[in-house]
């Protein structure tokens, strides 16, 4: 297994430059291809003016006129993040495609990350289109159809990968997230195996099967990972606990499983998942 083809998603924030560089450590490392997505889309402050401006009645030149300049915004930005792209692109040795599409992000992104082996946005990610009640970055994670890396905002991490972190539940969705997570933890430095409260599913409702089981089919991989027990938790600080406990333990990122599902457009998230995406730390990889 390989991991080839990233996509990053670039919009107007500081930050997703700094997921650019992030990817670009991660493709460097895997001999990986990027492609670098911008999709050109109002911002909700621009689409506001727009409204309000509609609302009271200005002229329809004025209106064209806001839009004149929202479009000239968005191309301005459009063209920093390309030359940013080029110099990452340089400096780190690695073939980026840019790519510029139009549409609703909600839409265009999942469609260009079917074509890929990972796709890395910030967990913030700010889009005029996403459904009202949840983030753009948990939509992707139900309906991309691929493995999601999300960054947590302000991430001053250097490297993306080089340690691993597993949250280990014996779940289905964390089975989902290490086997899609396979070519980033075979070729990690270090992988850490942790589990919060190991009792409530070993021999609970997640199986009878214990840790060593996962440890050595991580073997049979060329993984050699190191078992981390954390027991006792209140359910309310798992997500918090596990982020510290891969912080303490040198982590730079953290796969874990995505619990939840979508019906009928409403998002219905696991709490632990909801308040790991909530007060994310580190960058986490999640399948679901």
């Given at each position: 297994m390989?991991?080839?083809?990233?996509?990053v998603?670039?919009?107007?924030?500081?930050?997703?430059?700094?997921?650019?560089?992030?990817?670009?450590d991660l493709?460097?490392?895997?001999?990986?291809?990027m492609?670098?997505?911008?999709?050109?889309?109002?911002?909700?402050?621009?689409l506001a003016?727009?409204?309000?401006?509609?609302?009271?009645?200005?002229?329809?030149?004025?209106?064209?006129?806001?839009?004149?300049?929202?479009?000239?915004?968005?191309d301005?930005?459009?063209?920093?993040?390309?030359?940013?792209?080029?110099r990452?692109?340089?400096?780190?040795?690695?073939?980026?495609?840019?790519?510029?599409?139009?549409?609703?992000?909600?839409?265009?992104?999942?469609?260009?990350?079917?074509?890929?082996?990972?796709?890395?946005?910030d967990?913030?990610?700010?889009?005029?289109?996403?459904?009202?009640?949840?983030?753009?970055?948990?939509?992707?994670?139900?309906v991309?159809?691929?493995?999601?890396?999300l960054?947590?905002?302000?991430?001053?991490?250097?490297?993306?990968?080089?340690h691993?972190?597993?949250?280990?539940?014996?779940?289905?969705?964390?089975?989902?997230?290490?086997?899609d997570?396979?070519?980033?933890?075979?070729?990690?430095?270090?992988?850490?195996?942790?589990t919060?409260?190991?009792a409530e599913?070993?021999?609970?409702?997640?199986g009878?099967?214990p840790?060593?089981?996962?440890?050595?089919?991580?073997?049979?991989?060329?993984?050699?990972?190191?078992?981390?027990?954390?027991?006792?938790?209140?359910?309310?600080?798992?997500?918090?606990?596990?982020?510290?406990r891969?912080?303490?333990e040198?982590?730079?990122?953290?796969?874990?499983?995505?619990?939840?599902?979508?019906?009928l457009r409403?998002?219905?998230?696991?709490?632990?998942?909801?308040?790991?995406?909530?007060?994310?730390?580190?960058?986490?990889?999640?399948?679901?």
């Amino acid at each position: 297994m390989a991991l080839k083809d990233l996509l990053v998603w670039l919009d107007r924030t500081q930050s997703s430059f700094v997921n650019l560089r992030l990817a670009a450590d991660l493709a460097r490392r895997h001999g990986s291809r990027m492609t670098a997505l911008y999709v050109r889309e109002w911002s909700p402050a621009q689409l506001a003016h727009r409204n309000t401006a509609e609302l009271a009645g200005r002229s329809l030149a004025d209106v064209e006129a806001l839009g004149s300049d929202a479009e000239a915004s968005i191309d301005e930005s459009a063209l920093e993040a390309r030359t940013e792209v080029e110099r990452v692109a340089r400096e780190y040795g690695v073939p980026i495609e840019w790519r510029v599409a139009d549409g609703e992000p909600s839409r265009v992104l999942p469609q260009h990350a079917r074509y890929a082996d990972l796709c890395i946005l910030d967990v913030q990610t700010p889009a005029a289109s996403t459904s009202a009640g949840y983030r753009f970055s948990e939509e992707m994670l139900f309906v991309s159809g691929r493995p999601v890396l999300l960054v947590p905002e302000l991430s001053e991490f250097a490297t993306l990968g080089a340690h691993i972190a597993i949250a280990w539940n014996s779940s289905r969705a964390a089975a989902r997230a290490i086997n899609d997570a396979l070519p980033v933890l075979e070729r990690a430095e270090r992988v850490t195996v942790i589990t919060v409260n190991p009792a409530e599913f070993i021999g609970g409702r997640h199986g009878s099967l214990p840790l060593p089981r996962l440890l050595e089919h991580l073997e049979r991989h060329g993984i050699y990972a190191r078992p981390v027990e954390v027991s006792d938790v209140p359910l309310g600080a798992i997500a918090d606990v596990l982020q510290e406990r891969a912080i303490e333990e040198g982590a730079d990122l953290i796969v874990a499983g995505a619990h939840g599902h979508v019906w009928l457009r409403e998002m219905l998230l696991g709490s632990v998942t909801r308040d790991l995406l909530a007060r994310l730390r580190l960058p986490v990889m999640m399948s679901h």
